[in-house]
């Protein structure tokens, strides 16, 4: 499966949207990119997941570039409750026992 | 969705002695994972634990440090035995959405081994 390359922290001021990037520059054509993220003393939380185009859901909009290399988690007005490390994963087709967490980017929601 | 529910939540325990771990699903699932998350490293992947079959461990994990144990589509333990201070982590169960491709986890079972 494609390693990934995130940045190891990020600051963003609440009510503004927080855009998290990603790099996997070695995917192939058939994996997907997964996105979760872990709240302090929990257990990580799927986020949203896609293959090839933009998705969106209730929580963030998943952008993947078009060479599919890159990828952004865009949650749109970020809260105090979305400080958080947020993982990108990227495996082959659901693959659960391939899921590697790499060291995600710890993302700080300042007031 | 599925809810995972783990015992204990958090222990506190003595060099050499075992603990086992329990991870009750509210719906039947074919696979369940067992992670572990060191402190403040990320999660790594214990192993797989099929019903009715031995599980599979991961490069690093063997079965007579973490045995586990699939009676049933809802239940799993993983036993960490003779316990060192390294084997001090959080443990979470994880169980994979039917065809949805998300991970569910638990809470996590935080030891500390003294």
């Known amino acids: 499966d494609a390693k990934t390359t995130q940045p190891p922290s990020m600051d963003c001021a609440e009510g503004r949207a927080a855009n998290l990037p990603c790099n996997h520059s070695?995917?192939?054509?058939?994996?997907?990119v997964y996105w979760y993220r872990q709240i302090h003393s929990q257990g990580p939380q799927y986020i949203i997941h896609g293959l090839k185009n933009n998705e969106t859901n209730e929580m963030a909009s998943l952008i993947i570039t078009e060479d599919r290399k890159s990828s952004t988690l865009i949650l749109p007005h970020a809260t105090l409750r979305d400080t958080a490390v947020y993982y990108c994963i990227v495996i082959l087709g659901t693959g659960a026992n391939n899921l590697f967490f790499g060291t995600g980017t710890r993302l700080t929601v300042i007031p | 969705s599925a809810v995972i529910s783990q015992k204990p939540s958090r222990d506190i325990c003595q060099r050499g002695t075992s603990l086992t771990i329990q991870c009750q699903v509210d719906?039947?699932?074919?696979?369940m994972f067992w992670y572990r998350q060191q402190p403040g490293q990320s999660l790594t992947l214990i192993a797989t634990a099929n019903q009715g079959s031995e599980a599979t461990y991961e490069s690093g994990f063997v079965i007579d440090k973490f045995p586990i144990s699939r009676p049933n589509l809802t239940f799993s333990t993983l036993t960490v035995s003779n316990m060192s201070p390294e084997d001090s982590s959080i443990y979470l169960c994880?169980?994979?959405?039917?065809?949805?491709?998300?991970?569910?986890f638990g809470e996590g079972s935080r030891l500390t081994v003294l």
């Open positions: 994880s169980v994979e959405g039917e065809g949805t491709g998300e991970l569910f």
């Open positions: 719906s039947q699932v074919t696979m």
């Open positions: 070695t995917i192939s054509g058939n994996e997907y």
